[in-house]
């Protein structure tokens, strides 16, 4: 069963940083395209970034380019978004999201991050 | 960068029903790069139709995508009582470099 969990939500000031994980089974991470999406309360889906399967290629929205890196680690099956200069817009849910091709089809629950002094 | 605008906003349906949900893109976009999701309160999105008309894993045959271009649409035949929900569209685009962009969303309500 593909299972993908994150991590390392929460309150941080304005300012701050902040590192999701998530940690990814049930299916060979290594082929996989990998992504992080976020939906702010009562709003709709922003994708934020996307790293290729051998890590080779990272891909950000203009809205987070410059203050957010996403890495993956392979040999642990896991993917990381380190969230640097937060802002009260980057508040949301973030979903650790699947990619086969250009759609996603395996979602996590997400996590939590609220920016608010 | 390439626009997603769905409509309507809201449809208000009985179950049984028939439900068509429009999404038009600023510019024109691949079949195979145009998907559709269902979210439900609390709920992580899941994902219904890829490449257009590609049901994914699972979703049933009353759920059907088509379109062409500017112009995609997300049927559903008999809405059943699980089907009230909130629907995205997403397409993905390579220009100038890789990015997705979603729709607002079109919220399927209870008439």
């Known amino acids: 069963e593909v299972q993908l969990v994150e991590s390392g939500g929460g309150l941080v000031k304005p300012g701050g940083s902040l590192r999701l994980s998530c940690a990814a089974s049930?299916?060979?991470?290594?082929?996989?395209?990998m992504n992080w999406v976020r939906q702010a309360p009562g709003k709709g889906l922003e994708w934020v970034s996307s790293?290729?399967?051998?890590?080779?290629?990272?891909y950000y929205a203009d809205s987070v380019r410059g203050r957010f890196t996403i890495s993956r680690d392979t040999a642990k099956n896991s993917l990381f978004l380190q969230m640097n200069s937060l802002r009260a817009e980057d508040t949301a849910v973030y979903y650790c999201?699947?990619?086969?091709?250009?759609?996603?089809?395996?979602w996590g629950q997400g996590t939590l991050v609220t920016v608010s002094s | 960068e390439i626009v997603l605008t769905q409509s309507p906003g809201t449809l208000s349906l009985s179950p049984g029903e028939r439900a068509t949900l429009s999404c038009r893109a600023s510019?024109?976009?691949?079949?195979?790069?145009l998907a559709w999701y269902q979210q439900k309160p609390g709920q992580a999105p899941r994902l219904l139709m890829y490449?257009?008309?590609s049901r994914a894993t699972g979703i049933p045959a009353r759920f059907s995508g088509s379109g062409s271009g500017t112009d995609f649409t997300l049927t559903i035949s008999r809405l059943e009582p699980e089907d009230f929900a909130l629907y995205y569209c997403q397409q993905y685009g390579s220009s100038p470099s890789p990015m997705y962009t979603f729709g607002q969303g079109t919220k399927v309500e209870i008439k």
């Open positions: 490449a257009t008309s």
């Open positions: 510019q024109s976009v691949s079949t195979s790069f």
């Open positions: 790293v290729s399967s051998s890590s080779g290629s990272t």
């Open positions: 049930g299916f060979s991470f290594f082929n996989y395209v």
């Open positions: 999201v699947r990619s086969p091709g250009w759609s996603f089809d395996f």
